[in-house]
């Protein structure tokens, strides 16, 4: 080796030293010099072996969801791509590497609760990626800086940006999908999907509404109206029968306008369903806002009637003032929720009516509340949804001049002690019942299980009535729930046509769904192969990556 490599030389002028050196002088010079490496120090060369160790999918992720049914189903899907991914999805956010939370919008607590947690995860040096309707409406938000966010129509992209979070990047995915200009309802509803519940399958039949309210946050990151073709909801439905689910829910911002945007309607979709849900099994149907139920409600009450269907409706009312219905922009009046409600309870028997109320929203006065508690006193809901109103940025509400504080908390409360003062059914103790059983109680001593009107009845804890039709005796009522005796000899019926899916398990990873796959990349164009060949030839360099990282381990130890 020419002794000039072994020499530290400072500035190429020492080597000729009193002479002018010509062009090519220089260029053998400099052919002859090699730099001395400046030295790292411990931290930088720790820091520089950890990024080249990182090899995604390797990881643990711990997948937390706020908010509504539309949002449980969002992180049921981006689960579901994770663990297909060969990421590791756990419950126990403590052992988690990654932290992926699925945000709600509609109150100030939930919105806290999230950020809360975003700075806890932070605290304990976990990587972080937020999705769902708080980081889509406000992304500048100065908690989310530097953060990886999943845009709500983005969600069949969550690896790839895993994938560049745990390796120290920041991706944002936000944009709105189309196609041929037209906006789409949002992914694809055949991904891999890992469900909370392997006997409820929530499945989304349109995105954002048609509504403006003036205080919904919602629209913001949802959007316009986009509802998914009946045909790819019917196959989503039949798949998901395929694997073992018992029970549907189907959901979106206002299942009622379901279909407006595409030239047909929620009764049409409901019949389609019905045909490929087997008998025993049923079908939830999720929020519907008066001014699009009230089109169809002779259609509605005969599929709210029907055996396979819970006659269950949750028709948010919100105010029974129609003077706060008009600044709320809700485009009914007080007469038309009432008529839905009236028509139904006639038409279906003992039909179930959820709904919510806002609390002190702004401009209402003691009058406008005054009707809003008459018409509980009337109806009685078994099933009522009370919110304090909180003024959500960017929202015209926001702007209006407020109810004091201490004022709605006050409404808040009268109308949460009406609620509690009536049990609606204590009338049932004595009569038989036929219930689904698909849960467990939260104190876990009990099964739940919910009848026709998709009231909750709990049953013993007997694992052969877990996702089974049986026959119980209503024994005791409390406010939100019946005890059922189980029926000696009663008929115990499996509306499944398949085992379902063990805890944890994926969805949509059939072996005809892989073979359709194979030399392609995953549906929704994350650009992960999702193919045997392609897990085998990923296993593959991530067994070389170990062992590079392996060999840089003993050559900076030596």
């Known amino acids: 080796m020419p002794a000039a490599c072994d020499s530290h030389v400072d500035d190429i002028e020492d080597m000729v030293s009193g002479l002018e050196p010509t062009p090519h002088d220089r260029l053998s010079a400099r052919r002859g010099i090699v730099p001395r490496p400046r030295k790292k120090n411990q931290k930088e060369e720790a820091e520089e072996l950890k990024v080249d160790s990182v090899i995604p999918g390797t990881q643990k992720i711990w997948v937390k969801t706020w908010g509504c049914s539309h949002n449980n189903s969002d992180g049921e899907y981006m689960a579901g791509q994770l663990a297909a991914g060969g990421y590791t999805v756990t419950e126990d956010p403590a052992h988690a590497d990654v932290w992926l939370l699925n945000s709600c919008t509609v109150k100030n607590p939930a919105e806290d609760h999230f950020r809360n947690t975003i700075k806890k995860a932070q605290e304990q040096d976990k990587k972080v990626v937020v999705a769902g309707c708080v980081p889509q409406a406000q992304p500048r938000m100065d908690y989310l800086k530097g953060l990886s966010i999943i845009g709500v129509q983005q969600i069949d992209r969550v690896v790839e940006v895993v994938d560049e979070t745990v390796k120290g990047h920041s991706v944002r995915l936000l944009g709105q999908k189309k196609d041929n200009g037209k906006r789409l309802g949002g992914a694809r509803l055949d991904l891999p999907k890992i469900r909370k519940n392997p006997l409820i399958e929530i499945i989304s039949i349109n995105t954002g509404c048609l509504n403006a309210c003036t205080y919904c946050k919602t629209k913001h990151a949802r959007g316009n109206l986009a509802s998914y073709p ?32 595409i ?37 509605m009450a005969k599929i709210l009637s029907h055996p396979r269907v819970y006659a269950f409706l949750h028709v948010p009312v919100q105010s029974a003032s129609d003077s706060v219905l008009m600044d709320m922009k809700r485009e009914y009046c007080i007469a038309d929720f009432r008529r839905v409600v009236d028509f139904l309870a006639e038409r279906v028997p003992g039909i179930t009516i959820a709904t919510d109320i806002i609390c002190g929203f702004p401009g209402e006065t003691d009058a406008d509340f005054r009707e809003t508690l008459a018409l509980v006193e009337e109806y009685r809901f078994p099933s009522l949804f009370i919110n304090q109103f909180y003024p959500r940025p960017g929202t015209p509400a926001a702007r209006m001049e407020q109810v004091p504080a201490h004022v709605k908390k006050q409404r808040t409360k009268e109308l949460s002690q009406l609620f509690q003062s009536y049990n609606p059914y204590n009338h049932k103790v004595g009569e038989r019942h036929r219930v689904l059983v698909t849960e467990e109680s939260f104190d876990t001593h009990y099964y739940v299980g919910h009848n026709k009107f998709y009231e909750q009845v709990l049953v013993p804890k007997i694992p052969e009535f877990k996702g089974k039709m049986i026959e119980v005796d209503i024994y005791e009522t409390g406010k939100h729930f019946m005890k059922g005796q189980p029926v000696e000899a009663g008929e115990v019926f499996t509306p499944s046509i398949a085992l379902p899916l063990k805890k944890g398990e994926v969805s949509g990873l059939t072996q005809e769904w892989v073979t359709s796959c194979q030399n392609s990349t995953m549906p929704g164009g994350s650009g992960h192969s999702w193919t045997l060949s392609g897990i085998m030839l990923k296993l593959l360099s991530v067994g070389v990556a170990l062992m590079a990282v392996a060999l840089a381990v003993t050559m900076k130890l030596w």
């Open 230 to 261: 009946v045909e790819q909801l019917v196959d989503r439905t039949r798949q998901s029968f395929l694997e073992g689910v018992c029970e549907i829910w189907l959901t979106s911002e206002d299942t009622g306008a379901y279909g407006k945007d």
């Open 263 to 299: 030239g047909t309607d929620l009764p049409s979709l409901l019949w389609r369903m019905l045909e490929v849900i087997p008998e025993g099994a049923r079908l939830r149907l999720g929020m519907t806002n008066p001014p699009y139920i009230l089109e169809h409600l002779e259609e």
